[in-house]
């Protein structure tokens, strides 16, 4: 089971009602979410990035709110997606356990495709700007230029050539420690998640996950040709994404 920090009332609540041992794969959440500052909306915010990364999950939404008020809140849907059930507090151990009993498997119909669009495309535009805001374009069009002659050195020189292949080795280092940053992780996880679109946004970015995850896998980093292709790549995508 996916654990997520719940209020601890929830919690005794659920160990007592025999669900998390009933039902091990369910995953639990609470539109109220302790320190965030929208207590009402940031539970589903969670919900939806958990949904878009665990698009198999079953999962059991509890709130004191209504779903009437917690719908003027999600404006993406999540709630509406199957696999997702609603309950609202306070609650029996009996409604949880027949709707745990209830939920449905969750599957990647019309609802979900227009789900995913929708949300993935508002956050990787959030992401973009705050990459773009924190300068992480412009360094990694620094660390990606230094990487691609060090990758055009190796397809010139002698691969034996202790300095060329040191060079070229810190080049990569350097390339791998860029896609540990946090908004770059993110990036590269909600990309993919959007396999076709008509929106050229989420193509680039989908393109530019693709480069990364190319890039940051050690198998790959000896397909010199590939490797400085996807760097033109990247150079081109981020160009075109600072045009939006």
Known sequence: MNNHTLPTGLNLLLEKSGVKSQYSDMVFFSSYQSGKQDTIGSGISDLVRFRLRKPEAQVLFFSFYSKE?????????????KGTVFIQLPCSKDTILDSAQNCTKPNKNNLWSAFSEKACTTLLKQLVSSIRHGGHFEFVNQVSFGLRLAVESMDIENHQKKEVKKCFEERYAAMQEYFKIPQIKDLIELGSIVQKSGDSFLNLTRNLSNDFKFISNDNEKEKYSELREAI???QNTIEELNKI
């Open 232 to 234: 033109f790549r990247i």
């Open 69 to 81: 008020i917690l719908q003027k809140f999600d404006e993406f849907g999540v709630l509406q997606l």
